[in-house]
């Protein structure tokens, strides 16, 4: 099982990202799948979750409103669009499906 996690940066406040997760070695369209950061000092939270059909969708508080979570079943991708970033949104930012997770992509929002 991978999943390979990209598209992180450093991006100014306002601005927008999109990560993007591949997954391989599993079936992919049998999976929830979820976004999780980390911040620096601080423990993985939870960020959004897709279902498999990705037909519901659930987010965080913190993030509702400015990120997206999608998913190409065809393309074995999970995304995450961000928009309007601030400097708390700074984090490592991973993949998760059932017990796997991927390397994580930096996320810094900074001036």
């Known amino acids: 099982v991978r999943l390979v996690e990209s598209g992180g940066g450093l991006v100014q406040p306002g601005g927008s990202l999109r990560l993007s997760c591949a997954a391989s070695g599993f079936t992919f369209s049998n999976y929830l799948m979820r976004w999780y950061r980390q911040a620096p000092g601080k423990g993985r939270t939870l960020v959004a979750s897709i279902t498999n059909s990705g037909s519901n969708t659930n987010y965080a508080d913190s993030v509702k409103g400015r990120f997206t979570i999608s998913r190409d079943n065809a393309k074995n991708t999970v995304y995450l669009q961000m928009n309007s970033l601030t400097p708390e949104d700074t984090a490592v930012y991973y993949c998760?499906?059932?017990?796997?997770w991927g390397q994580g992509t930096q996320v810094t929002v900074s001036s």
């Open positions: 998760n499906a059932h017990l796997w």
